[in-house]
């Protein structure tokens, strides 16, 4: 059998930023049969495990050759590449950030790649006021609380376009805070973990004709100040709670922020 007649059998993922934290553990979670992963990153990553239905490619989604050979039959992009948080100058931003997701939308348009999964930010919206009821609802005007947020915003508008000019279905996924477990009390809220990102990235690939969407990213908090509705409207049910952990977090107000605003500390410098 041709290695063309494969592909045509099988879903073809491609990841962008698969060295990344989120990235490396996607590669495992998103694992399934007839799903071929090829994970795409500027690093090096780890090598093949014997089985492992999947193509390591090493370049960068700022090349749009690179895209278009990672995207050749491919149905869905989960991008994550960029830089992932702040302290960056705004040409790094620009470039790699704001230019670099229009490099990977207009590779998927040309490649008449279906749906693209778009790793936004929590600080996309991070100066607007935390307030538990009613909770931030889904599609929150952006205030982004840095150049970072800023970057997350302007591709989230990108994504919007490529929906409404080209058709693309676009979801965009507002990540709280990406960690093994709680650190301080704001993560008591927006904390996301590892297996309830997982589901979360899983179910923005299954659900059928999205649109163009913007998702809050959390996990099932207790704290939770966000809403879950278009989480819920594409099929993610948080199972992990923060709370179990809050004995073990350090107590220091909204993350180490006197603020009560959705970026926290992000918002004050």
Request: with cysteine; charged share 20%.
């Amino acid at each position: 059998m041709s290695a063309e007649s494969k592909n045509a059998e099988r879903e073809i993922v491609v990841i962008t930023g698969a060295a990344g934290t989120i990235g490396s553990m996607l590669r495992h979670a998103l694992a399934r049969p007839g799903r071929f992963l090829r994970l795409l990153d500027v690093s090096v990553q780890e090598p093949l495990a014997i089985g492992e239905d999947a193509e390591v490619i090493i370049g960068s989604f700022l090349d749009a050759t690179v895209m278009a050979d990672a995207l050749r039959d491919a149905s869905v992009v989960v991008h994550l590449g960029g830089l992932s948080t702040r302290g960056f100058e705004w040409e790094q931003y620009l470039d790699v950030n704001i230019n670099g997701t229009y490099v990977v939308l207009e590779a998927a348009r040309l490649a008449g790649v279906e749906r693209v999964i778009y790793a936004s930010s929590n600080h996309a919206a991070g100066f607007c006021p935390v307030e538990p009821e009613p909770p931030a609802p889904d599609y929150l005007f952006p205030r982004p609380d840095s150049l970072y947020g800023v970057s997350k915003a302007a591709s989230e508008s990108l994504g919007s376009f490529y929906h409404d000019r080209y058709g693309l279905d676009v979801v965009c996924l507002r990540i709280g805070s990406y960690r093994e477990r709680p650190s301080n009390d704001r993560e008591l809220w927006s904390w996301l973990s590892p297996g309830d990102c997982a589901r979360l990235f899983e179910a923005a690939m299954n659900v059928a004709h999205p649109g163009f969407r913007v998702v809050w990213g959390v996990s099932a908090n207790q704290r939770a100040v966000v809403a879950m509705d278009e989480a819920h409207a594409i099929g993610f049910y948080p199972i992990d709670d923060a709370e179990v952990f809050v004995d073990e977090v350090t107590h220091d107000g909204n993350g180490g922020s006197d603020t009560p605003l959705i970026g926290g500390p992000f918002a004050e410098q």
